[in-house]
């Protein structure tokens, strides 16, 4: 290729990246090769850079996808939640669920407290932070997944429906407590939690401490077996009583109301 016009070369790697699926290659390689000749840069020092590049947007398209795939109703990062607002719980409980090792080992996480005190904010910011390090995660309320479960079962595919929740490295199941399930969906849920049982983690925040988990289980027996797979190695987390959303809210209107005040 001695004595190929710059045009020519750029239609070449063009060319090449589409045929290759190189997308960044292809959008990055002209500046890329600038800022290389303005660098000084050797052959290999460009090609390492633009497969670099390369490299970087195919794992952000990576996390995106696993986001994605999550179904978060909302994004929501550990860094932005408010520990302060949850003095029941310690800077070191946070930092260790936040290394996420309860996820590698498997190890189920309980975060209990009235509505609006941030558990669903825990439970999506420590999902969002597995789907960032490559884990495959999966958000559902728990009335959700009870009807995803029924609907599975009425036509003849649980069990693939429950191995399917068995792989993921983290299930996050929120608002369990929230409505009371029957007999078969009780069931239907412990089946999950039973098939992830030491193995996957899974991560539940709930409004009920679990002295009333009978509430939603009703049968004193499976609420006992669902207590105790969730109680094992668990890290629990109290987020209290004081709602951080009204919290927010009162402090928004004296704010409002003082700058009025003011003008």
Known sequence: MSGISEQAAEAAIGAAAVALRLPQVRAEAGRLADDAARAGLSHRGYLAEVLAAELDARDARRKE?????????????????????????????????????????????????????????LLIG????????????????????????????????????VARYGRLDLLLVDELGYVHLDPRGAELLFQVLTEREERSAVAVASNAPFSEWGQTFVDPRLTAAVVDRMTFRAHILETGSASYRLRSTRAARELSRSKEQQR
């Open 65 to 121: 996808r696993r986001i994605a795939d999550a179904r978060f109703p909302r994004i929501k990062r550990l860094a932005d939640f408010e520990l302060s607002a949850v003095p029941s719980i310690s800077p070191a409980s946070f930092a260790a669920v936040s290394s996420l090792a309860f996820v590698r080992d498997g190890e189920p996480l309980v975060a209990l407290g009235d509505p609006g005190t941030g558990k669903t904010h």
């Open 126 to 161: 420590l999902g969002v932070a597995a789907c960032e390090q490559g884990l495959r995660v999966r958000y559902v309320t728990c009335a959700n997944l009870v009807n995803e479960l029924a609907e599975a079962a009425d036509e003849k595919m649980l069990s693939r429906v």
